[in-house]
Antibody, heavy 115, light 107 residues
Framework: QVQLQESGPGLVKPSETLSLTCTVS????????WTWIRQPPGKGLEWIGY???????NYNPSLKSRVTISVDTSKNQFSLKLSSVTAADTAVYYC?????????WGQGTLVTVSS | EIVLTQSPAILSLSPGERATLSCRAS??????LAWYQQKPGQAPRLLIY???NRATGIPARFSGSGSGTDFTLTISSLEPEDFAVYFC?????????FGGGTKVEIK
């Protein structure tokens, strides 16, 4: 059974860079598309972007200038970097598997942007 | 960007009743529509993909229908564990987008 687990700081200062890693277990990262999705507290879901194991990426245009997603196949991990964060980036960040729909999700990690 | 509008926002029903949830897209998404269930403090769980296909392990009481711009998720007989928030999501046009959710609460 494929499992995903997010890790990274829970608190980031405004203007700094948010960095999260998703570790995939129970299966190889070297197939499928791998996605980041976020959910501000009490609100809906927002797609951030995806990466294919080859390194091909696609980002949400609303975040594209600040987002970088990378993959490390040797560690079965993929990562998210979001630069110049503000309070509006406070959310639960999920990693998930899939391209058009998402069949496996991490438990999510709350990242708060605050000084 | 495609906007997904879910209705109703809140659905108050009793266990054993039938639930019918709607998702309308601002333009056609063909059949690239998925449904998720989310409970408090948990990640969303995929229920339906490609409009009508149940995901692995999803009970038969969950069914999806529709194509183009109008979609429906039906829960034939609500079990206690089905009271949750349900989101639709389209994967037809970039970026993928989600609906605002329907909360199914106990009446």
């Amino acid at each position: 059974q494929v499992q995903l687990q997010e890790s990274g700081p829970g608190l980031v200062k405004p203007s700094e860079t948010l960095s999260l890693t998703c570790t995939v277990s129970g299966g190889s990262i070297s197939t499928y598309y791998w996605t980041w999705i976020r959910q501000p507290p009490g609100k809906g879901l927002e797609w951030i972007g995806y990466i294919y194991f080859t390194g091909s990426t696609n980002y949400n245009p609303s975040l594209k200038s600040r987002v970088t997603i990378s993959v490390d196949t040797s560690k079965n991990q993929f990562s998210l970097k979001l630069s110049s964060v503000t309070a509006a980036d406070t959310a639960v960040y999920y990693c998930a598997r899939g391209l058009n729909s998402y069949d496996h999700w991490g438990q999510g990690t709350l990242v708060t942007v605050s000084s | 960007e495609i906007v997904l509008t879910q209705s109703p926002a809140i659905l108050s029903l009793s266990p054993g009743e039938r639930a019918t949830l709607s998702c309308r897209a601002s333009q056609s998404v063909s059949s690239y529509l998925a449904w998720y269930q989310q409970k408090p403090g948990q990640a969303p769980r995929l229920l339906i993909y490609d409009a009508s296909n149940r995901a692995t392990g999803i009970p038969a009481r969950f069914s999806g229908s529709g194509s183009g711009t109008d979609f429906t998720l039906t829960i034939s007989s609500l079990e206690p564990e089905d009271f949750a928030v349900y989101f639709c999501q389209q994967g037809s046009n970039w970026p993928p987008t989600f609906g605002g959710g329907t909360k199914v609460e106990i009446k």
